[in-house]
C-alpha cells in the first residue's frame, strides 16, 4: 500500500512540475500571405527576423492553388532558386500548413516561374528555447498550451487543418488555454486515482 501511495504521490508532482510548451502558428507573410513579394528577398527575411521559431510551431502558407506552390529545399537550392535536393513533397494546392519540428534553419521557396529569383522564399531558424528575435526571453508564464489550430476566418489549410485562433488579418496568436481548468482537471483525476487506491 506504501509503496502505491509513493507512486501516486510521484504522478502528483509530475503533473505539478510539467508545464507544457507554446506552440505558435504564424502565418507567412502575415496579411500579404505567400506570394512574390514587392520588396523582393528583403520582404520574407524582415518577416523571419520579426518572428521566433521554436520546436512545434507551426507555418501556413497562405497562397492561391497552382498560383504559388512550397517546396523545402536545402541551403544550396535555396540561395540558387532550384529544386535539387528537395526535402519532401511539392505543394500546390494553398494554403498549406507545415510543422517546424526540428532545430536549425528550414528553407522554403516557390517553384513556379521566376518567383523565387523575384524574392518568394523564406529561411527560418528554429531554436529549442522561447527567445524573442532580438534575444530578450518573452514572460513566464503558467499557462498550458494546447495545440495550435485556425479558425473559420482563415482558409482550411492543405497539409494539416486546425480549429483554434488565428486572427481573421493573418497575424499570429499565441494560444492558451486556463491552466486553472487544466490543473482541476489533474486534481479531480489524481484524486479518484488517490482513494481508489487507499479504499
Given at each position: 500500500?506504501?509503496?502505491?501511495?509513493?507512486?501516486?504521490?510521484?504522478?502528483?508532482?509530475?503533473?505539478?512540475?510539467?508545464?507544457?510548451?507554446?506552440?505558435?502558428?504564424?502565418?507567412?507573410?502575415?496579411?500579404?500571405?505567400?506570394?512574390?513579394?514587392?520588396?523582393?528577398?528583403?520582404?520574407?527575411?524582415?518577416?523571419?527576423?520579426?518572428?521566433?521559431?521554436?520546436?512545434?510551431?507551426?507555418?501556413?502558407?497562405?497562397?492561391?492553388?497552382?498560383?504559388?506552390?512550397?517546396?523545402?529545399?536545402?541551403?544550396?537550392?535555396?540561395?540558387?532558386?532550384?529544386?535539387?535536393?528537395?526535402?519532401?513533397?511539392?505543394?500546390?494546392?494553398?494554403?498549406?500548413?507545415?510543422?517546424?519540428?526540428?532545430?536549425?534553419?528550414?528553407?522554403?521557396?516557390?517553384?513556379?516561374?521566376?518567383?523565387?529569383?523575384?524574392?518568394?522564399?523564406?529561411?527560418?531558424?528554429?531554436?529549442?528555447?522561447?527567445?524573442?528575435?532580438?534575444?530578450?526571453?518573452?514572460?513566464?508564464?503558467?499557462?498550458?498550451?494546447?495545440?495550435?489550430?485556425?479558425?473559420?476566418?482563415?482558409?482550411?489549410?492543405?497539409?494539416?487543418?486546425?480549429?483554434?485562433?488565428?486572427?481573421?488579418?493573418?497575424?499570429?496568436?499565441?494560444?492558451?488555454?486556463?491552466?486553472?481548468?487544466?490543473?482541476?482537471?489533474?486534481?479531480?483525476t489524481l484524486s479518484a486515482i488517490v482513494i481508489s487506491l487507499l479504499f
Amino acid at each position: 500500500m506504501g509503496g502505491g501511495v509513493g507512486l501516486v504521490l510521484g504522478l502528483i508532482a509530475v503533473v505539478f512540475v510539467h508545464h507544457p510548451t507554446a506552440q505558435t502558428v504564424r502565418v507567412v507573410g502575415d496579411s500579404t500571405g505567400w506570394t512574390v513579394p514587392q520588396g523582393g528577398a528583403a520582404f520574407y527575411s524582415d518577416w523571419a527576423s520579426k518572428n521566433y521559431f521554436t520546436i512545434g510551431d507551426y507555418l501556413t502558407f497562405n497562397f492561391e492553388s497552382n498560383m504559388h506552390n512550397v517546396l523545402k529545399v536545402p541551403k544550396e537550392s535555396f540561395d540558387a532558386c532550384n529544386t535539387y535536393n528537395a526535402i519532401g513533397s511539392l505543394v500546390t494546392t494553398g494554403p498549406t500548413t507545415v510543422k517546424l519540428d526540428t532545430v536549425g534553419v528550414h528553407y522554403f521557396i516557390c517553384t513556379i516561374d521566376s518567383h523565387c529569383v523575384q524574392g518568394q522564399k523564406l529561411s527560418v531558424t528554429v531554436t529549442v528555447s522561447t527567445s524573442t528575435p532580438g534575444g530578450a526571453m518573452p514572460p513566464s508564464s503558467n499557462i498550458a498550451q494546447p495545440p495550435p489550430h485556425i479558425d473559420a476566418c482563415a482558409r482550411t489549410p492543405a497539409i494539416l487543418s486546425f480549429s483554434s485562433p488565428l486572427n481573421c488579418d493573418g497575424s499570429s496568436v499565441a494560444l492558451t488555454a486556463s491552466s486553472t481548468v487544466l490543473m482541476a482537471i489533474h486534481y479531480v483525476t489524481l484524486s479518484a486515482i488517490v482513494i481508489s487506491l487507499l479504499f
